[in-house]
């Protein structure tokens, strides 16, 4: 094939390529200008601190930044944008005319153009800028947004808004030392550094338009949450959450809720009680997929071989490049981005306390401090909020998976009231029981809506989730690197005297070509396949479902597994196996209990004889009260396993604040109760004897806690010995104390008693054993990663030797 000059049409498509480059790059050059002198005649400094609400609760940094819309600006940059689409359609025209008189192109094309040189020489320029600006506007786009918008020193007056992630390569780890001598390796290095550094800046950044209302509130929506302009400090702050004390949450109710402007006001401030999911057209969704780097490496291995008269490999790889494209926005991504839309929504109605009456409204015109009455019969909380008066039992399953139900209590009113776990409801939770004095149903006011609340946050972590690096990824690098390695060699023999294809457009597309085939853009496709069909495997044949297909292959890698003893290693429910009493600071004979089996009703009641037979009265009413145990209309029994297991045990009938003993001779009033502290390890309540009017504290933890609570002098001296024998037997061991109190306290009184206060001067009445046996199919469990020579850890709360055995 032999060299032949560019005649007029060549040069004058290259000249005219040019000359529209060199004019768009003069016009961007001197918006620029503009622009910079605008950003340094800027007095306040550039860019503010933004408040994040990660969704996985990390912490993370973020900086936003005000700017004006621009409409030189944005002519300018979607000029670039038109500028590929125009390289893109006359790249196509040129590939087709290449193959005059075939496919229907015209048979003067070649000879107008001086042949076929002449024809590909100014493909190959556009070709070669075309790519080249696809991957900028692709890598680039957000950045590009602000380049093309004026800055503004205050956020009041901005149009858009420029939010960024500080990461750990934006700090200063490019500062050399002045005394330190640079080589010229390590300046290259540097710099090399810094445009990785700049490169990655570039994609931490989102532009989002600013939102004006009629009001005149600025509001900005970033990763579902609602922003809202404070002219207090210039900055824009989420909204849709809120703190409250017990005295202001009583206070709400007590004034009749919220006022009609009121919450008016909330409404517009925090928006409406919603989780705006955006499902994209298929436009939006097609071009979000193909504006991926693989797919312009794709695309310059599938025209330079088109291009090169191997139109069958071209056109496999386009088709196939477009079909898994299509297939993957259209009939994957967009359905469950559509289902997720879906699963956010939560059309219902609820009643609202609002100017002293009780009004119906829908769910999503719920605003921050509404009091509102919550639905039972499996009903899903409209928000996350506190309990104010009545009670709720709810299945947390979806944020906890754990089965069973849970009981909310209201805040109390005492002056030292704590908020903690046991008053908060979360939003999409199914409440199964609700009992309170409006209408019989509980009432919560509202802490925190739409994107914040925490089925919120579940959603926002599907659709935001936190970057994984895997070990197989970072090094993807290395391997493209030996491939280039071969890919030079191949280079240096077709630029070769030895290897003279006698045309430079020639020699130009070989290069491509061997790019495409040493660096085959079909790799990544290939790596995805095969993940795809390890998971098949892995669901077909284990019954294993995978999520993530890509994290299979780091499998492989695991050394360690670390378990979760109950539930996973043992049984989810454990069985109250027995207790030893303690009376006069001595152990008293070992009560054990019988197991249930196929006659379950029978056993209960012979066990339940056992406890009021064998069982001290101070150690049984501990069994009957010292728990958190709720029991719903239809008898069942809702709360921590452990307790379901001691109460059922006990046969004591729980109602809202007296229990009766199953032969209905016996009452306690329940005065307070003292909810499990984590940083305490202990759990109590005060209970009124009904019959011998008698004050009494219990209180259960584990038997370390419960020993170091209790006076020396009411320890048994064998307590150590004997605990520890428990917990070698595999038992799990709880200690349950308790102490009198004077008759003559109101209930007030108590209510305001610290915990310190009355767990002070305790006196230890017996320890609880409990087993939880293994799962059958544990052992094998192990013994199959053994093989596999993967360790095996248990993690659990429990004693070290429970564990052990």
């Not at 993370?60 to 944008?81: A, P």
């Not at 289902?339 to 719920?366: F, M, N, P, Y």
Request: with cysteine; charged share 20%.
């Amino acid at each position: 094939m032999a060299d032949e000059l560019l005649n007029g049409p060549g040069i004058g498509v290259i000249v005219t390529t040019v000359l529209l480059l060199v004019f768009l790059a003069l016009l961007n050059g001197l918006f620029q200008y503009n622009r910079k002198h605008a950003l340094d005649s800027l007095q306040d400094p550039f860019g503010k601190p933004l408040t994040f609400h990660s969704p996985d609760e990390s912490v993370r940094s973020f900086k936003q930044y005000g700017f004006v819309y621009s409409l030189y600006g944005d002519i300018l940059l979607y000029s670039w944008v038109v500028l590929f689409v125009l390289g893109y359609i006359l790249m196509i025209f040129f590939c087709w005319l290449s193959y005059s008189p075939q496919f229907g192109a015209p048979g003067f094309a070649l000879e107008w153009f001086g042949g076929w040189n002449g024809l590909m020489a100014p493909w190959l320029l556009v070709f070669t800028i075309d790519h080249i600006l696809g991957m900028v506007l692709i890598f680039m786009w957000e950045a590009m947004r602000t380049r093309f918008m004026m800055p503004v020193s205050t956020l009041g007056e901005a149009t858009h808004v420029m939010i960024e992630e500080e990461l750990p390569f934006m700090t200063d780890q490019f500062l050399v030392d002045p005394d330190t001598e640079e080589g010229h390796f390590d300046r290259i290095k540097r710099h090399g550094a810094k445009a990785q550094a700049r490169f990655k800046r570039a994609k931490c950044r989102t532009v989002v338009p600013v939102k004006v209302e009629k009001d005149g509130t600025r509001s900005i929506e970033y990763t579902c949450v609602r922003y809202i302009h404070s002219e207090e400090d210039d900055c824009f702050h989420p909204t849709g959450i809120v703190d409250f004390t017990a005295a202001q949450v009583h206070e709400s109710v007590r004034r009749g809720g919220l006022t009609s402007k009121e919450a008016k006001e909330a409404l517009n401030a925090c928006g409406r009680n919603e989780i705006n999911v955006h499902v994209p057209s298929i436009l939006e969704a097609l071009l979000t997929e193909f504006s991926d780097f693989t797919y312009v490496f794709n695309s310059i291995g599938t025209w330079s071989y088109m291009v090169f008269s191997t139109w069958n490999i071209g056109t496999f790889w386009l088709l196939l490049t477009l079909g898994s494209g299509i297939f993957r926005s259209l009939f994957i991504v967009r359905p469950n981005q559509k289902k997720i839309h879906e699963l956010a929504q939560l059309h219902t109605e609820c009643q609202v306390l609002r100017d002293g009456r009780w009004s119906t409204i829908s769910a999503a015109d719920i605003v921050l401090g509404d009091v509102v009455a919550i639905e039972d019969n499996s009903a899903k909380l409209p928000c996350d909020g506190l309990v104010v008066q009545g009670s709720l039992v709810v299945n947390e399953s979806m944020l906890t998976g754990e089965p069973m139900p849970i009981q909310k209590m209201p805040v109390e009113t005492s002056d030292n009231a704590v908020i903690g776990k046991k008053n908060l409801a979360y939003a999409g939770t199914s409440c199964l029981e609700s009992s309170g004095p409006h209408e019989g149903k509980a009432l919560l006011i509202a802490t925190a809506v739409g994107a914040l609340t925490t089925r919120g946050q579940l959603v926002r972590m599907v659709l935001f989730p936190t970057s994984v690096r895997f070990k197989y990824n970072d090094q993807l690098p290395k391997v493209y690197m030996l491939l280039s390695c071969y890919m030079v060699i191949l280079f240096a023999i077709y630029l070769s005297p030895k290897m003279n294809l006698h045309s430079w457009v020639a020699t130009y597309l070989m290069v491509l070509n061997t790019i495409a085939m040493c660096l085959s853009p079909m790799l990544p496709v290939s790596m995805v396949m095969g993940q795809s069909a390890a998971a098949n495997r892995l669901e077909k044949t284990h019954k294993i479902g995978c999520l993530q297909p890509g994290r299979i292959p780091i499998a492989g890698k695991i050394s360690t597994m670390v378990f979760d003893k109950t539930g996973t290693i043992t049984k989810d429910g454990m069985d109250f196996d027995a207790v030893i009493p303690v009376e006069g600071a001595k152990f008293g004979q070992k009560v054990s209990f019988l197991p249930n089996d196929d006659d379950e009703e029978k056993i209960t009641e012979v066990n339940r004889v056992k406890v009021r037979a064998e069982v001290p009265d101070r150690l049984r009413h501990a069994l009957a009260s010292c728990h958190t145990v709720a029991m719903l209309r239809d008898g069942t029994l809702v709360g921590n396993h452990v307790e379901v297991s001691m109460v059922t045990l006990t046969g004591w009938t729980i109602g809202d604040t007296v229990l009766h003993s199953p032969t209905g001779d016996e009452a306690l009033e329940v005065i307070k109760k003292l909810d499990f502290d984590h940083c305490r390890m202990t759990s109590g309540v005060v209970v009124r004897n009904s019959a011998t009017k008698q004050l009494v504290v219990y209180v259960k933890g584990s038997y370390e806690k419960i020993k170091s609570i209790s006076e020396a002098a009411n320890v048994p001296a064998t307590y150590d010995e004997v605990t520890q024998k428990c917990a070698k037997d595999g038992y799990y061991t709880l200690g349950i104390a308790s102490k009198p109190l004077p008759q003559s306290l109101t209930t007030q009184q108590i209510a305001n008693m610290t915990r310190d206060s009355l767990e002070a001067g305790l006196s230890i009445c017996g320890l609880l054993l409990f087993r939880n046996e293994m799962k059958r199919d544990s052992p094998d469990a192990i013994r199959e990663l053994k093989k596999g020579s993967i360790r095996s850890v248990i993690c659990t709360g429990d004693n070290a030797l429970t564990g052990i055995s």
